[in-house]
T-cell receptor, first 111, second 115 residues
Framework: EDKVVQSPLSLVVHEGDTVTLNCSYEVTNFRSLLWYKQEKKAPTFLFMLTSSGIEKKSGRLSSILDKKELSSILNITATQTGDSAIYLCAHPGGAGNMLTFGGGTRLMVKP | NAGVTQTPKFRVLKTGQSMTLLCAQDMNHEYMYWYRQDPGMGLRLIHYSVGEGTTAKGEVPDGYNVSRLKKQNFLLGLESAAPSQTSVYFC??????????????FGQGTRLTVV
């Protein structure tokens, strides 16, 4: 059974801080790791990571996969209040590419 | 661009009542999924479908049934609602993976309360 674990559970920072969110996985047949941001409603896609050591970047957000350590990190630099959300990490597995999610990290950015 | 649309957005049910949640996607995706999200537990897969006419159980299928009569629609049914089914339900869809994987797109969620 695939397992995805995220840490920390929650985080409170001030605007301008840099944060690092962690995701570790134990899966039968690794395909990729996906990061999502969830504000009030639907999770929205951020990154898909398939290769170890290659950073994906989008503005102030970046993510990297370490297949040796079975983990991934999501970095957010110069945080803004609009970054407040739950960040979810997931692995697609099985015949239907079903996503196994971690429990999420709830990030709150204070002004 | 509609994407993935869920109806209804909110519902309150009494214990023992039944209801159906509808999910519709206009992206011609093969795969569709129903997840539930509870505080501190992330999203858990209820049922999924890899194509029209096929469904399969996910991690937490008990108390739910699904049907995929048309490729674009995926219905989630609760035959006899229980308070433990109070949750936020998300539908998602994704392309069939050839050699790789594509991301899943999510609907806006249905907040269901069973009293």
């Amino acid at each position: 059974e695939d397992k995805v674990v995220q840490s920390p559970l929650s985080l409170v920072v001030h605007e301008g801080d840099t944060v690092t969110l962690n995701c570790s996985y134990e899966v039968t047949n690794f395909r990729s790791l996906l990061w999502y941001k969830q504000e009030k409603k639907a999770p929205t896609f951020l990154f898909m990571l398939t290769s170890s050591g290659i950073e994906k970047k989008s503005g102030r957000l970046s993510s990297i996969l370490d297949k040796k350590e079975l983990s991934s990190i999501l970095n957010i630099t110069a945080t803004q209040t609009g970054d407040s959300a739950i960040y979810l990490c997931a692995h697609p597995g099985g015949a239907g590419n079903m996503l196994t999610f971690g429990g999420g990290t709830r990030l709150m950015v204070k002004p | 661009n509609a994407g993935v649309t869920q109806t209804p957005k909110f519902r309150v049910l009494k214990t023992g009542q039944s209801m159906t949640l509808l999910c519709a996607q206009d992206m011609n995706h093969e795969y569709m999924y129903w997840y539930r999200q509870d505080p501190g537990m992330g999203l858990r897969l209820i049922h999924y479908s890899v194509g029209e006419g096929t469904t399969a159980k996910g991690e937490v299928p008990d108390g739910y049934n699904v049907s995929r009569l048309k490729k674009q629609n995926f219905l989630l049914g609760l035959e006899s609602a229980a308070p433990s089914q109070t949750s936020v339900y998300f539908c998602a869809s994704s392309l069939r993976a050839g050699q790789g994987v594509t991301e899943a797109f999510f609907g806006q969620g249905t907040r269901l309360t069973v009293v």
